[in-house]
């Protein structure tokens, strides 16, 4: 299967609050999980990525969260601020292929 | 700043009329990708070139083309939009194949007249 769920579509979240967004995959081949935040407008930005031979990484307020053994991977962002409302799209590849899967997204409000 | 640089921002194009996109990257990347993105959905590869080798994606319609005329420049042609083809196009581009980040331009936003 070469599909990346990701959930929820959309997510509503105080200034100062973590927000969580859930992305989960079938193919074992999957070694790449990339993580994009996108602004209306504009193109998607890395934001962080990970490798399956680590469970976590963080990067400022931004935390990848993987679970090799149950297929899925999160992204948190503590500390949400209004300026983090975003789409993020969670995508996969396969290593020395060319190609993500993208997950269908998730459209997030942070309110001031 | 190194960048990938798409032009126009918007096009505005009459139905069956032929529309080219352009993209140019600073970056020196050996892959330079074509996305189609419509609203709320994820971006749909249509095709990517690794140096000058075009690779298809097998679901693109016959439709849309590309040119690499050197590493720093890649344009995508659309034979004869269609309203179908109103989306946002996005240019990425990346080292090479083996798990490396894209970097994406900040799109064309096309539309049909």
């Known amino acids: 299967q070469q599909q990346v769920k990701q959930s929820p579509q959309s997510l509503i979240v105080q200034k100062g609050g973590i927000s969580i967004i859930n992305c989960a995959y079938e193919?074992?081949?999957?070694?790449?999980f990339p993580w994009y935040q996108q602004f209306p407008g504009k193109g998607p930005a890395l934001l962080i990525a990970?490798?399956?031979?680590?469970s976590e990484k963080k990067e400022g307020r931004f935390t990848i969260s993987f679970n090799k053994s149950a297929k899925q991977f999160s992204l948190h962002i503590m500390d949400s601020q209004p300026g983090d409302s975003a789409t993020y799209f969670c995508?996969?590849?396969?290593?020395?292929?060319?190609?993500?899967?993208f997950g269908t997204g998730t459209r997030l409000k942070v309110l001031a | 700043d190194a960048m990938v640089i798409q032009n126009p921002r918007y096009q505005v194009t009459q139905f069956g009329k032929p529309v080219t996109l352009s993209c140019s990257q600073t970056l020196n990347h050996n892959v330079m990708y074509w996305y189609q993105q419509k609203s709320s959905q994820a971006p749909k590869l249509l095709f990517h070139?690794?140096?000058?080798?075009?690779?298809n994606e097998a679901d693109t319609p016959d439709n849309f083309q590309s040119r690499r005329p050197n590493t720093s420049f890649c344009f995508l042609d659309i034979r004869s939009p269609g309203l179908g083809d109103a989306a946002m196009y996005l240019c990425?581009?990346?080292?090479?194949?083996?798990?490396?980040?894209?970097?994406f331009g900040d799109g064309t936003r096309l539309s049909i007249l």
């Open positions: 070139y690794y140096d000058k080798d075009f690779n």
């Open positions: 990425a581009t990346s080292r090479d194949r083996a798990n490396q980040p894209q970097h």
């Open positions: 995508a996969a590849s396969i290593s020395g292929t060319y190609k993500y899967i």
């Open positions: 990970i490798r399956p031979d680590v």
């Open positions: 193919n074992t081949a999957f070694d790449y």
